[in-house]
């Protein structure tokens, strides 16, 4: 009996990981609020190079504000989606947005601001995904809250969505200043 | 026209596939001949017809018809004929198309090659592929239709990306298809086992060559998807890791484990229900992996979130093929009766290792690729993955396999000496002493994990050198005696000495990437830059035009010492109609280390990044996966496959037909 147990587990575990599949599809809960093993611990240092012509990024010039870092790809079709509200966020709510064009070329990026708009203070271009790695972004497009302190508060796996921005980033922003 | 008779074309395959998978089934059950000999028909129909479908699609692409949606989405008239094709399988409902015409090509291979099958187990097989046509077509047709039309039609297409046009991506979709797609005929053989409740080792002999034959289709296209970045992405890295990647990697991983336990069950009539777990496992991550990374959106939840009906339709097709073919286990696995017994130290308890640490690592792999989805759910240590997490955990894991990987094959079925074993590998042993001794002293002690790595790649390499000789007896016996026993030995050893020995290239060309050495710099025309001993002449940067795109091309002289090595040419290749730039990268290479050079962004006054790298061992990882599947094409040339080939041969003389 036991050993008919045995050979029942693989249905069991594939059941299982069905149930998420099917919960994950139709709660329409937004799965893309991942937490990040750097809540809450200093943001990992970076120094970009810009687009053409343009300042890059460092973590230093995110200093004494409250920020939003906005990884991106012109080959990523949900930044497409989200570029919008990040549009919102700069120019109506005055959240100073930066931007990471995360493994991808410099001419890429730029067409894709060109093309959508251009939401971010400053672009930096992490074509070798180093500083993803460190960030841990597991996809793009991922949006991290960094702190006056370069603490990262908060992070947002995916695009971003109306819900998560009224309901998250926007209450989040106040309570830590924004300015 | 052309377009609707494709469409046509793909629903008459979906009436064909659903009699296949019913009636020959039905004829099994009743021992009726008739019926399963149905199946053999239907299968060949199918794969015709979808041929049409999938010609009509490419036709279209050819033409450049825009008044289809999937060619205007994905095509321009612009683009070189092979990206124009290349582009039919570049999107998510031609890459569809491309999935079912190799499964029906599989299938067709089966009907008609399946002559020494037994006429139920045949029509067994073909009854579950053709429910997994079935499942598929009804995907295409409902949800990822490539035949819409678009009224009306748009004048231009809106082009592939350029950075997708290259001859290494153009292949290998294609490449990774067959191998997914081929592991689905062993999936097909452990269902039609379970059906049949019985499993043997003539069982073992029919499924063998087929996983052998995706494997190795698999090998090559995931190191010519690794190659590809490697040499287009223009920083050297050739493994990330992410989601795409790992789907590739986690049937790759599954399938090595099944290919050797289906040895055990072959020879000893061992690890039956084990066996046929891992068969449906194999596929069972092919699917997973094929759908969780739909077309270009990084992570299975957005992949799901792109289109619910979509999302909802896979969800269906996985629960009704995985948890199917699982309930079907559960239900009937318990019943197969393992025959050979063996001791804990054998070749047997060799190939279980080589199994649990192969299966263990494929765990880790998906964990890794789920676990950010799930962590939250599972309320665990929240956590997010990436290099680090893979490297502490799938690459330790490895280092059992290539240590066991030299022993096993010296131990004996059922019992075995391992310390026998270990006595005749004293020269492997000796070999990678020094290895790792002439490592340490080359690179001044550099990290001790990378030379380890060397140093376990010698060991499995020399093993498998070691292994070889003990059996023809090299040095032994006089020479004639063993140049006889090379040739009586069955190919299949031969395949897997090979195979082995590339595992140890490929693991070798992965230890040494700790010692490779970067230069990025911003230079002027007249500058130079070193790198390890070589001296690079920047000597000047020009423009170019090619067919649809400019270029900056720099001249780069390399020197070392006082001779000239090379002139390179990296280049920045400009697409005005996309507006986009891609990056060809220069890469010198004498086998033992790759020179890589990547031109970046002119500084506008005059200087140009360059990006120099020094690769030890580089092109190793690449030359082992081809030896890998180099050994798998010379096991499959092993006569006992085609046993069943000559014995049709025979077949006509006994039966003359009435005349």
Redesign the interface.
């Known amino acids: 009996m036991r050993?008919?147990l045995l050979?029942?587990l693989?249905?069991a575990l594939?059941?299982v990981l069905?149930l998420?599949?099917?919960?994950?599809?139709t709660s329409g809960r937004d799965?893309?609020?991942?937490?990040?093993?750097l809540?809450d611990k200093p943001a990992p240092d970076f120094e970009l190079?810009g687009l053409?012509?343009k300042d890059g990024l460092t973590l230093g010039a995110l200093k004494g504000q409250v920020a939003l870092v906005n990884f991106f790809a012109s080959?990523?079709?949900?930044c497409r989606a989200e570029e919008p509200l990040l549009m919102r966020l700069a120019e109506q709510e005055h959240v100073p947005v930066y931007g990471i064009a995360y493994?991808d070329?410099?001419?890429?990026a730029q067409?894709f601001l060109?093309q959508l708009g251009d939401p971010y203070r400053r672009v930096g271009l992490d074509?070798?995904?180093r500083t993803g790695?460190n960030f841990?972004?597991?996809?793009?497009p991922e949006t991290y809250l960094i702190d006056k302190t370069g603490h990262i508060r908060y992070r947002v796996?995916?695009?971003l969505t109306a819900e998560t921005v009224d309901n998250e980033l926007l209450p989040r922003l106040k309570r830590l200043g924004a300015s | 026209m052309i377009v609707e008779l494709g469409h046509y074309a793909l629903i008459l395959a979906l009436c064909l596939a659903v009699l296949q998978s019913t009636v020959p089934l039905w004829g099994a059950a009743r021992g009726n001949l008739a019926w399963m000999t149905l199946g053999r028909s239907t299968a060949v129909a199918q794969f015709v017809l979808i041929a049409a479908a999938f010609a009509a699609l490419i036709h279209a692409y050819v033409t450049s018809d825009f008044s289809v949606a999937n060619v205007a989405e994905n095509s321009n008239s612009a683009k070189p004929l092979l990206y124009k094709i290349a582009g039919v399988w570049g999107n998510h409902e031609g890459s569809m198309i491309l999935w079912v015409f190799i499964l029906a090509l599989f299938g067709a291979a089966v009907a008609l090659f399946g002559d020494n099958l037994p006429p139920s187990l045949r029509a067994r097989v073909l009854a579950v592929q053709g429910m997994i046509g079935t499942g598929f077509l009804l995907f295409i047709l409902l949800t990822s239709d490539p035949f819409h039309r678009l009224v009306p039609a748009p004048l231009e297409g809106q082009g592939l990306?350029p950075?997708l046009q290259d001859p290494g991506l153009a292949f290998h979709p294609p490449f990774l298809y067959l191998g997914y797609v081929g592991f689905s005929i062993s999936f097909c053989f452990a269902v039609a086992a379970l059906i049949e409740g019985r499993v043997d080792a003539a069982w073992a002999r029919w499924v063998r060559p087929w996983t052998l034959a995706a494997w190795c289709v698999l090998t090559i296209g995931i190191a010519m998807g690794s190659w590809w970045a490697y040499y287009t992405?223009?920083?050297g890295?050739w493994w990330?890791w992410?989601?795409v990647e790992n789907a590739s990697f986690m049937p790759w991983l599954a399938g090595t484990a099944l290919l050797h336990s289906a040895i055990v069950v072959e020879k000893r009539d061992a690890l039956k229900?084990w066996t046929i777990?891992l068969a449906?496992?194999t596929f069972?991550l092919s699917l997973v992996g094929t759908f969780l990374v739909r077309s270009?959106?990084?992570?299975s939840?957005?992949a799901?979130?792109?289109d619910?009906a979509r999302?909802?339709f896979i969800?269906l097709l996985?629960?009704v093929a995985?948890?199917g073919s699982?309930?079907l286990?559960?239900a009937r696995?318990?019943q197969l009766k393992g025959g050979g017994i063996f001791a804990p130290i054998s070749r047997e308890g060799a190939l279980v290792l080589n199994n649990l640490l192969l299966c263990t690592g494929c765990a880790t792999v998906f964990l890794g690729t789920l676990y950010?989805?799930?962590?939250?759910?599972l309320g665990g240590p929240?956590?997010?993955?990436?290099?680090p997490f893979f490297d502490r955990t799938f690459v330790p894991l490895m280092a059992p396999v290539l240590i066991a990987v030299a022993a096993g094959p010296l131990l004996a079925w059922k019992r075995g000496d391992l310390a026998g074993a270990l006595q005749r590998l004293w020269l492997a042993l000796a070999g990678t002493v020094l290895v790792v001794l002439v490592a340490f002293y080359v690179t001044g002690g550099g990290p001790v994990l990378a030379v380890l790595g060397l140093g376990l790649a010698a060991w499995a390499g020399l093993g498998a050198v070691v292994e070889w000789c003990e059996r023809i007896r090299l040095i032994r016996a006089p020479l004639g005696e063993s140049w006889r026993r090379v040739r009586a030995m069955p190919r299949a050893a031969h395949g897997m000495t090979i195979a082995h020995i590339g595992l140890a290239v490929t693991v070798a060309g992965i230890a040494a990437s700790a010692w490779q050495q970067e230069r990025i710099e911003v230079v002027r025309p007249g500058g130079t830059l070193a790198i390890a001993g070589y001296v690079l002449h920047f000597d000047d940067v020009a423009k170019v035009e090619g067919g649809d795109f400019t270029a900056d091309r720099a001249d780069v002289t390399v020197t070392r010492g006082t001779a000239t090595i090379a002139v390179l040419h990296p280049e920045k290749r400009?697409f005005p109609q996309q507006?986009?730039?891609?990056?060809v990268t220069a890469i010198r290479t004498n086998l033992l280390a790759d020179l890589y050079l990547a031109l970046g962004?002119s500084d506008?006054k005059g200087g140009w990044t360059l990006r120099a790298y020094w690769k030890p061992l580089v092109p190793w990882i690449w030359l082992g996966a081809v030896f890998m599947a180099g050994g798998g094409v010379v096991s499959l040339s092993d006569r006992r496959w085609r046993i069943g080939i000559a014995a049709r041969a025979r077949a006509p003389r006994g039966a003359q037909p009435a005349e």
């Open positions: 050993q008919r050979y029942l693989p249905a594939f059941g069905a998420y599949f099917a919960l994950a599809l799965p893309s609020l991942l937490p990040s093993a809540i190079a053409d012509g080959w990523c079709v949900p493994k070329k410099p001419a890429d067409h060109d074509e070798s995904g790695i841990g972004v597991y996809g793009v796996v995916g695009p | 990306n950075v992405l223009g920083w890295g990330f992410d989601p229900s777990l449906i496992v069972s270009g959106v990084l992570t939840v957005h799901f979130a792109v619910p999302g909802s969800l996985l629960l995985i948890g699982l309930t286990y559960a696995a318990p950010p989805l799930f962590s939250e759910e929240k956590l997010s993955v990436g290099f400009f507006q986009a730039t891609t990056s962004d506008g």
